[in-house]
């Protein structure tokens, strides 16, 4: 029996919350993450990760899904703990932190690639960023201003998804 492409490639939106949970505020995407999946419900359209990938790699995890959602720490000339939220495209095509790596590509030119060599990958993918400057200091825990926007951070999230949902 063959399967249907919607049984092999189901209509799930991939949150992705990035970076390195013992690099301080560089662990922001992850916090963002638990807090979205904490607030889904079990049976959601949603598969919520954490990833500590770029380029090619995090590429090969939005295989199969037509929508993602990034949430990483972000240098900017903005106040630390300030949120911005764009789609990838409208990204610079080099290093936003995690969406790039010095041995790799950018996550842009690397879902090009994947799409020329066949992969579903998706057409639409988001990126919230939250501004910080300290991503090099060992340490569990988020500085003030970025932890206090992890709760409005997760917001935008859950309102991205919701509005897959009205589509």
Request: proline share 5%; charged share 25%.
């Given at each position: ?17 990035l ?132 709760p ?9 998804l ?6």
């Amino acid at each position: 029996m063959v399967k249907k492409e919607a049984e092999l490639y189901p209509m799930k939106t991939l949150v992705v919350g990035l970076g390195n949970p013992i690099l301080g505020d560089d662990g922001v995407g992850w916090k963002v993450a638990e807090e979205v999946k904490k607030q889904l419900s079990t049976d959601s359209h949603v598969d919520v990760e954490c990833l500590s990938l770029g380029g090619i790699s995090l590429m090969e995890h939005l295989i199969g899904y037509p929508k993602a959602i990034l949430v990483d720490a972000f240098a900017l000339d903005e106040p630390i703990g300030s949120i911005l939220i764009l789609k990838l495209d409208d990204l610079p095509n080099y290093s936003a932190y995690h969406t790039t790596c010095p041995h790799d590509t950018s996550l842009q030119n690397a879902i090009a690639l994947g799409k020329t060599m066949g992969a579903k990958l998706p057409d639409d993918v988001m990126v919230v960023g939250i501004a910080t400057t300290r991503v090099h200091e060992f340490s569990e825990s988020l500085s003030s201003p970025v932890a206090d926007a992890v709760p409005l951070a997760a917001k935008f999230v859950l309102e991205l998804l919701e509005e897959d949902v009205k589509t």
